[in-house]
């Protein structure tokens, strides 16, 4: 068993992540998320070409001119892979879709005379689904923290010395909402300056990393409530010899589950990248903050309270 001070530097991890949640926090404020269609609305169209790939300004050029298509407000032209490009626009009508793809056929005869278009995936979101999975999305992460602090509260029932079992679940609460805010400020971040957008899956990877945080962060917490009655140290030592108990199960758990996500975001095809990064940022910031932010505050809010009584 490893046997590492890591509670008696709680202020420097304490520190660590008041930093990185303040700045995230401001990017998140400041910026905020640059949203894909399936909450704005409008059309995301996938195609391949079979020879020559055109150029996204040529792309641009032809789909702005020709007539046939007209206006198709904000316009998104993204090429993937070595034959793959991914084209988002605002319009969601039929008529549109089949305009584009026309366009896009000529344009790719008009440079090699055999080349073709295949399309493979169109999606297309109105404006009030959009607004409707906004909602839903917020509805869904508020419920899932309220549940979450009435579950641990009653887990930990029977352990309310010398911290009461709520405030467990505060603990938890806080850490996972460190995770949440850290990992939508990166993708804040990647918006304002790289263009990535987040749908629907980025929602569905926040939920899994706070449902991976509060599970890292139990499997700590119950190896302290199974300590505490046979320990012969004060609360201060017996989590941190909890944290040691557990700190190599924990590392090794997260870093078998990153090096499958990080080859998910590397290899993996543009639809599913944003998820996979999402989870990655997630796990890796869930997995510190079990460790060094949710059990240093356990110690942190019973020494203000000792503080308090005398």
Request: net charge positive.
């Amino acid at each position: 068993m490893t046997n590492y001070n890591i509670i008696g530097k709680r202020g420097i991890w304490l520190w660590i992540s008041g930093i990185l949640f303040v700045v995230f926090g401001l990017a998140l404020i400041l910026w905020r998320f640059k949203f894909g269609i399936d909450f704005t609305g409008g059309s995301l169209l996938e195609v391949k070409f079979a020879k020559e790939r055109p150029g996204v300004s040529e792309v641009q050029t032809a789909l702005a001119d020709d007539k046939s298509v007209g206006n198709l407000g904000s316009l998104i032209v993204q090429p993937v892979g070595n034959q793959d490009m991914i084209i988002r626009f605002q319009e969601s009508s039929e008529e549109k879709h089949l305009a584009v793809v026309n366009s896009l056929t000529k344009l790719a005869q008009s440079k090699t005379k055999d080349n073709t278009v295949e399309e493979l995936r169109f999606d297309s979101v109105g404006p009030s689904i959009g607004q409707e999975l906004k909602q839903k999305s917020v509805n869904a992460i508020f419920f899932v923290l309220l549940a979450i602090l009435f579950y641990i509260s009653y887990a930990f029932r029977k352990v309310s010395k010398p911290i009461a079992s709520w405030k467990y679940g505060m603990a938890a609460l806080i850490a996972l909402f460190h995770d949440a805010i850290i990992t939508m400020g990166v993708f804040s971040v990647l918006g304002k300056f790289y263009g990535m957008e987040i749908n629907t899956t980025f929602v569905a990877a926040i939920l899994t990393v706070i449902g991976y945080s509060v599970h890292d962060t139990i499997v700590v917490f119950d190896r302290i409530r199974e300590n505490l009655p046979k320990s012969h140290l004060d609360f201060e030592g017996t989590v941190n010899m909890s944290l040691n108990q557990t700190l190599v199960r924990s590392i090794n758990t997260s870093l078998t589950v990153l090096l499958t996500l990080v080859a998910i975001t590397v290899f993996g095809g543009a639809s599913i990248r944003a998820f996979a990064l999402a989870l990655t940022i997630g796990i890796a910031i869930g997995t510190y903050s079990s460790i060094f932010v949710a059990s240093p505050m356990l110690v942190v809010w019973e020494k203000w309270r000792q503080k308090k009584a005398h």
